[in-house]
T-cell receptor
Framework: NAGVMQNPRHLVRRRGQEARLRCSPM?????VYWYRQLPEEGLKFMVY????????ESGMPKERFSAEFPKEGPSILRIQQVVRGDSAAYFC???FGTGLSEQYFGPGTRLTVT | AQKITQTQPGMFVQEKEAVTLDCTYD???????LFWYKQPSSGEMIFLIY??????QNATEGRYSLNFQKARKSANLVISASQLGDSAMYFC??????????????FGKGTLLTVNP
C-alpha cells in the first residue's frame, strides 16, 4: 500500500516562474492537507481539500497561491510568479476521514527560487 | 501566544542513554491531540507517537514514550536507549477541538537532537 506521494521532490524555479507541486494521497484517502515549512521553522497549515472542494484555505497567502484536488488525479499546489521568499519545503498529508483522523505525510517537495 | 513551544533548539545525548525533549502547549479547548514527529536530514516527516487529551495513560511506542502532564500543559517526548539513527529534528504538534477546524496541525519550531557515539 503506497504512502502519500509527492513530486517533484526538488524543484528549482527562477523568480517570476510558476511552480506546480503534486500530491497523490494514500489509496482510499479523500482528504488532503498542504503544509509549508520555511527554513528553521515548523510546518504551517496552508489548505485543506476534499475531492473537488476547498474546505479551508485560511493558511494560504492571498495572492499567487492556489490549490486544487480534482475528481481524478493528484492534488496540485500552484504558485505563480514565485519569489525568493517562497523557497521552502511543501508537505502534503492525507487522511481517510476528517477531524481527528490520522494524517499521513508525504516526503515533501523542496522548492528553491533563484 | 505560541500554541506549541519547544524551548530546546538543540540537544545532545550519548548513545544508549535516555533523552527528554520538552514541549508545552496552549489551548483552552478540552479536546485536543498531541503528536510528535521526527524529521531526519532526508527531510520526510515520520509520525512517532500520539496522546489524546482524554487518555488516562501516557502513550508509549517502542522506545518512545510521551510524558503527559495535563495540568502543566506539557507533553515531553522521552527516547530511551538512544541510537545514532535517532539524530534528527523532532517536532511537537497539536490538533484542537471536536469539530470545526480540528484537522489543523500546529507545530512547534523543533528540537535538533544529536546522538553521540
Amino acid at each position: 500500500n503506497a504512502g502519500v506521494m509527492q513530486n517533484p521532490r526538488h524543484l528549482v524555479r527562477r523568480r517570476g516562474q510558476e511552480a506546480r507541486l503534486r500530491c497523490s494521497p494514500m489509496k482510499g484517502h479523500s482528504h488532503v492537507y498542504w503544509y509549508r515549512q520555511l527554513p528553521e521553522e515548523g510546518l504551517k497549515f496552508m489548505v485543506y481539500l476534499q475531492k473537488e472542494n476547498i474546505i479551508d484555505e485560511s493558511g494560504m497567502p492571498k495572492e499567487r497561491f492556489s490549490a486544487e484536488f480534482p475528481k481524478e488525479g493528484p492534488s496540485i499546489l500552484r504558485i505563480q510568479q514565485v519569489v525568493r521568499g517562497d523557497s521552502a519545503a511543501y508537505f502534503c498529508a492525507s487522511s481517510f476521514g476528517t477531524g481527528l483522523s490520522e494524517q499521513y505525510f508525504g516526503p515533501g517537495t523542496r522548492l528553491t527560487v533563484t | 501566544a505560541q500554541k506549541i513551544t519547544q524551548t530546546q533548539p538543540g540537544m545532545f545525548v550519548q548513545e544508549k542513554e535516555a533523552v527528554t525533549l520538552d514541549c508545552t502547549y496552549d489551548t483552552s479547548d478540552p479536546s485536543y491531540g498531541l503528536f510528535w514527529y521526527k524529521q531526519p536530514s532526508s527531510g520526510e516527516m515520520i509520525f512517532l507517537i500520539y496522546q489524546g487529551s482524554y487518555d488516562q495513560q501516557n502513550a508509549t511506542e517502542g522506545r518512545y514514550s510521551l510524558n503527559f502532564q495535563k495540568a502543566r500543559k506539557s507533553a515531553n517526548l522521552v527516547i530511551s536507549a538512544s541510537q545514532l539513527g535517532d539524530s534528527a529534528m523532532y517536532f511537537c504538534a497539536m490538533r484542537e477541538g471536536r469539530g470545526g477546524s480540528n484537522y489543523k496541525l500546529t507545530f512547534g519550531k523543533g528540537t535538533l537532537l544529536t546522538v553521540n557515539p
